[in-house]
Structure formats: C-alpha cells, structure tokens
C-alpha cells in the first residue's frame, strides 16, 4: 500500500453535475449563470473558424473515439482532446465518443491491471473523474466504476500529507508517480462533485505554490516538509503549465487562501508572459510552445485578463495552419504547431504528430478568442455548377474530388459559383479552415 493510502472511508452523498449542453470545459467548468460551479465558455457561442478547424483536425485525427500513437491507444491524450474540444462550441458529440471510448478502458488507464499490477493511478483516476463531468456523464458511474470515490480515497486524510493525492502502490516495485498536475484535476473534480475532500485538496495544492506565485510539478517525499520552500530545493522549480492548471482548478474554490493563491498565479503568469504573447514550460521545455501558451492564456482570460489572454491566442494563432488543402498528400490544416519551426510535412513522424496533437489540443480553447464566428456554408448544385454561400471575404476554401479535382477559391462574402465540368457533386467537398463539407449535404 501507498504510505498515503488511506482505509476505506465513509461515503457521503455527492451532487451529480449537471448535463452541460454547450461543454465548454477544457480546463474550467461549463455553463451559463444557471449551471452549477461553472465558468463561461471562451468567446461566442458558436465556434470561430479558428477553433472550429482545431476541433475538425483532432476530431479527424480520432480512432474509435481514441488517440492512437506508436504504441496504442493513448488515454491520457485522448482526455486532453476531449477537454480542449470541449470548450469548442458544437462539438458535445465528438467529446462524448472520446468519453465513452475512454470509460469502456477505464480500469486500463486508471490501474496497472494489464501489467498484472494491483496499483491505482491517482492522475489518471483524476482526468477520467474531470471527463467524465465534462461530458455530462456521471463520474461516480463510469463503466461500473466509482472514479469519484476512488479518487477520494487517493486524497490523504490526515498528518503532514492531509489533501495530498498519491498513487496506491500496492506492488512491490511499485513507484507513487502522483504530482501537481493530477493535483489540480483532482481539485477540479472533488470541487465540481461538492465531494467534502474539495478542502484539503485544494490547500494542499496551493501548499505547492511557491513565493514569486508559481507552482512546482513534484511533490515532495512522504517524510519531508511538504511546502515549496520548506524541503529539498531541487523541487522548486517553477512550471509554467502546472500554473496554469492550478489556476483554472483554483478558481471556482470558494475561500480566501484559494483567491489570494490564483491572485498571484496570475500576476507571475502576466509578469512572465513574453512581448510576443508566447509562454515558455518548465525545465526542458523552456522555449515559447503553443502548449504553455494556449494554459496560460486560457488561465489569464478566465481570470479576467482579456488583453493577455487575446495576445496569447494571437500567438497560437500564429502557429495554426490555415490553408485548406487542395493537395496530396492533405495538409493539416487546423492543426497547431508546438513551436514556430515546425513543419506540417514532418507529421509522418509519429513522434511529431503526437507533439502536434497535444498542441491543438492546448490550443484549442484560445482560438475560440481569435477572428468571426464562421459561418455555416450553403451549398447548392444548379446544373452544371455548384454554388457556395457563406465564404467570408478574402476566406480561402477548396473544392476537391476524385482524380485530382481542385478548384482554389477566395471568398468574397456573397456567392460564388464553381463549374463542376463533369463531376459528379457527391463525390466533392468543400475544404476551408473551419472543417469540411461534403456537397452530398446539399440541401
């Protein structure tokens, strides 16, 4: 047993969330004024074309509901999708495939049952509790599981370690891998289900709160001081992501040592913020990423800090891809670079797709900060011609087909009319930033 874990403990009634229809929650909770303990969504209620063409390239980037890399199916990821899209207007359906997806493997990525290992992961445990709530499902039924009461019973109870989450290491070789990350989740969910453990989580988080405001990743050892500051000094390092995430976790805490904490997380996260509107990470990953950017800036928007927040979305803006693809091989268009020098053409890298992936998942939420609403297209086929309305002006789109059809078209806010010569019209699409449409969904 982990030295943190505890006995089984009472159960108490916990609230059930509330099914949210517009899910807005990629790091903060959703809704409107009526909801409970929610935040509002990023921007207007329906989806910018930059926002839209992130969600439409993570959507398509989806295996039965699954992010699969090199080595399967990656959970942890395919959560991250699923809160980013989340906070997508219009995309309730795709984050619940990757709910159900991701419950029906619950035991798979929340315990080390396919190593023949009795451990419970307290991160995982975490991020399955927050999706499950996300996507209006019921985290203390997920597949047959009490995710809630399990990760109450990850929460220490009592001594120095009161509130602190930790793995339930039950094997011998076992290693507690909990840190703050899977801290704030665990806040967000405790405080999400009005769970009586919301507390001690919470103060042990902002415990891991370090003087200049920032937050360190690791935990302390069971035996040490359990402050920043107060133990081992190679700890303290300041991350700039796991800031973000206390942040967003922190927000909706009632109490003033919760206030006081985002208060100065915010300030270090304003005063940290480059000219250009980008975020550095933690040790490694110190160089401007869209991933740091696209928490820090949804942290300053929730927190109030609209100008911050906009030039954070300018810089991952930036780093979007645009073009609709009118080629072979397609390009990724909506897809977010990690850092400037990237290259789309490198995503045959599975490696590198997976660092895109995470990126636009980040990203996501803040693009909902960046341009117009976009506008639903109208398509009709009349005779020969296909004619596309709702093109805004100077908006690039592409009609391809078989055999290498393209037509590269700019908007100019009306109608335009493209010559189909001899194409059949359900074998073509229309491609822009905002997503595709097939013109078989010509009315």
């Given at each position: 047993?982990?030295?943190?874990?505890?006995?089984?403990?009472?159960?108490?009634?916990?609230?059930?969330l509330?099914?949210?229809?517009?899910?807005?929650?990629?790091?903060?909770?959703?809704?409107?004024?009526?909801?409970?303990?929610?935040?509002?969504?990023v921007?207007?209620?329906?989806?910018?074309?930059?926002?839209?063409?992130?969600?439409?390239?993570?959507?398509?980037?989806?295996?039965?509901?699954?992010?699969?890399?090199?080595?399967?199916?990656?959970?942890?990821?395919?959560?991250?999708?699923?809160?980013?899209?989340?906070?997508?207007?219009?995309?309730?359906?795709?984050?619940?495939?990757?709910?159900?997806?991701?419950?029906a493997?619950?035991?798979?990525?929340?315990?080390?049952?396919d190593?023949?290992?009795?451990?419970?992961?307290?991160?995982?445990v975490?991020?399955?509790?927050?999706?499950?709530?996300v996507s209006?499902?019921?985290?203390?039924?997920?597949?047959?599981?009490?995710v809630?009461?399990?990760?109450?019973?990850l929460?220490?109870?009592?001594?120095?370690?009161?509130?602190?989450?930790?793995?339930?290491?039950?094997?011998a070789?076992g290693t507690?891998?909990?840190?703050?990350?899977?801290?704030?989740?665990?806040?967000?969910?405790?405080?999400?289900?009005?769970?009586?453990?919301?507390?001690?989580?919470a103060?042990?988080?902002?415990?891991?709160?370090?003087?200049?405001?920032?937050?360190?990743?690791?935990?302390?050892?069971?035996?040490?001081?359990?402050?920043?500051?107060?133990?081992?000094?190679?700890?303290?390092?300041?991350?700039?992501?796991v800031?973000?995430?206390?942040?967003?976790?922190?927000?909706?805490?009632?109490?003033?040592?919760?206030?006081e904490?985002?208060?100065?997380?915010?300030?270090?996260?304003v005063?940290?913020?480059?000219?250009?509107?980008?975020?550095?990470?933690?040790?490694?990953?110190?160089?401007?990423?869209?991933?740091?950017?696209?928490?820090?800036?949804?942290?300053l928007?929730?927190?109030?800090?609209?100008?911050?927040?906009a030039?954070?979305?300018?810089w991952?803006?930036?780093?979007?891809?645009?073009?609709?693809?009118?080629?072979?091989?397609?390009?990724?268009?909506?897809?977010?670079?990690?850092?400037?020098?990237?290259?789309?053409?490198a995503?045959?890298?599975?490696v590198v797709?997976?660092?895109?992936?995470?990126?636009?998942?980040?990203?996501?939420?803040?693009?909902?900060?960046?341009?117009?609403?976009?506008?639903?297209?109208?398509l009709?086929?009349?005779?020969?011609?296909?004619?596309?309305?709702?093109?805004?002006?100077?908006?690039?789109?592409?009609v391809?087909?078989?055999?290498?059809?393209?037509?590269e078209?700019?908007?100019?806010?009306?109608?335009?009319?493209?010559?189909?010569?001899?194409?059949?019209?359900?074998?073509?699409?229309?491609?822009?930033?905002?997503g595709?449409?097939?013109?078989a969904?010509?009315?």
């Amino acid at each position: 047993m982990s030295m943190i874990s505890a006995a089984p403990r009472r159960r108490t009634p916990r609230s059930r969330l509330a099914l949210l229809a517009c899910l807005p929650l990629a790091l903060g909770a959703c809704g409107d004024d009526s909801t409970d303990g929610g935040s509002p969504p990023v921007g207007d209620s329906r989806p910018t074309a930059a926002a839209a063409g992130a969600a439409a390239w993570l959507a398509s980037e989806l295996e039965d509901g699954l992010m699969v890399g090199e080595y399967g199916p990656d959970y942890g990821l395919s959560i991250d999708a699923a809160l980013g899209l989340a906070e997508v207007p219009d995309q309730a359906d795709v984050v619940g495939r990757i709910a159900d997806a991701v419950g029906a493997a619950v035991e798979s990525y929340t315990t080390g049952v396919d190593f023949g290992s009795p451990d419970i992961y307290a991160g995982s445990v975490a991020k399955v509790a927050v999706l499950a709530q996300v996507s209006g499902g019921d985290p203390s039924e997920v597949d047959g599981v009490d995710v809630l009461g399990r990760l109450e019973d990850l929460v220490a109870d009592e001594g120095a370690l009161v509130g602190r989450l930790a793995d339930d290491v039950r094997s011998a070789d076992g290693t507690d891998y909990a840190n703050a990350i899977g801290q704030t989740y665990a806040v967000r969910a405790l405080a999400s289900a009005d769970s009586p453990e919301t507390g001690a989580a919470a103060d042990y988080l902002i415990s891991q709160q370090c003087e200049p405001g920032w937050f360190r990743l690791y935990f302390a050892g069971p035996d040490a001081p359990q402050g920043c500051g107060e133990g081992p000094r190679r700890l303290d390092l300041p991350d700039t992501d796991v800031t973000a995430l206390a942040v967003l976790a922190l927000q909706d805490v009632p109490g003033e040592a919760a206030s006081e904490s985002v208060t100065a997380a915010v300030d270090w996260l304003v005063e940290t913020q480059d000219a250009s509107g980008g975020f550095g990470g933690a040790t490694g990953t110190e160089g401007f990423n869209a991933n740091s950017t696209g928490l820090a800036g949804l942290a300053l928007e929730r927190a109030g800090r609209s100008e911050e927040a906009a030039r954070a979305a300018a810089w991952v803006a930036a780093r979007q891809v645009t073009e609709p693809s009118c080629g072979t091989p397609r390009l990724p268009t909506g897809a977010v670079a990690y850092a400037a020098d990237a290259a789309p053409d490198a995503l045959r890298d599975p490696v590198v797709r997976d660092q895109w992936r995470r990126a636009t998942a980040q990203a996501a939420p803040l693009l909902q900060l960046v341009g117009e609403p976009a506008e639903p297209l109208e398509l009709e086929v009349s005779g020969s011609s296909l004619r596309i309305t709702g093109l805004q002006d100077g908006e690039q789109a592409c009609v391809t087909g078989p055999g290498g059809y393209a037509e590269e078209l700019t908007g100019d806010g009306g109608t335009l009319e493209v010559p189909l010569d001899g194409v059949a019209p359900d074998r073509l699409v229309v491609r822009r930033l905002a997503g595709v449409t097939p013109v078989a969904a010509a009315g």
